[in-house]
């Protein structure tokens, strides 16, 4: 099981961080990442991370203004999100899957938490 907590409303250029608590098998996970999903782009990849926590990679969009982060001792994926825009508004869910491989297709992730809402407004 997956549960996001973080999420709410921020002004353009602010920061948040987005938490993903795993339990049960869900903390085995070799790979987790983060994706969001509007009605009009549908769910798209964020960032993902390898089990060890050593090697992140992201969605263009997001380079350089979001960090991926794991702590395996507390079974918890972060998202840091600075410098937010408008356009980042949307239901962040955290994913998580046994893929060794770098994946960002939505479909590889078996096992997905039920979303939180982010909302960058003015």
């Known amino acids: 099981q997956l549960v996001e907590s973080g999420g709410g409303w921020v002004q353009p250029g602010g920061s948040l961080r987005l938490s993903c608590v795993a339990s049960g098998e869900s903390f085995n996970f070799y790979r987790m990442a983060w994706f969001r999903q509007t009605p009009e782009k549908g769910r798209m990849f964020v960032a993902t991370?390898?089990?060890?926590?050593?090697?992140?990679n992201y969605a263009g969009s997001v380079e350089g203004r979001f960090v991926i982060s794991r702590d395996n001792t507390k079974n918890t994926v972060y998202l840091q999100m600075n410098n937010l825009s408008p356009e980042d508004t949307a239901a962040y869910y955290c994913?998580?899957?046994?893929?060794?491989?770098?994946?960002?297709?939505?479909?590889?992730?078996?096992?997905w938490g039920q979303g939180i809402q982010v909302t960058v407004s003015p």
């Open positions: 994913a998580g899957d046994q893929v060794v491989l770098v994946k960002t297709d939505y479909q590889h992730y078996s096992s």
């Open positions: 991370i390898n089990k060890r926590g050593d090697n992140a």
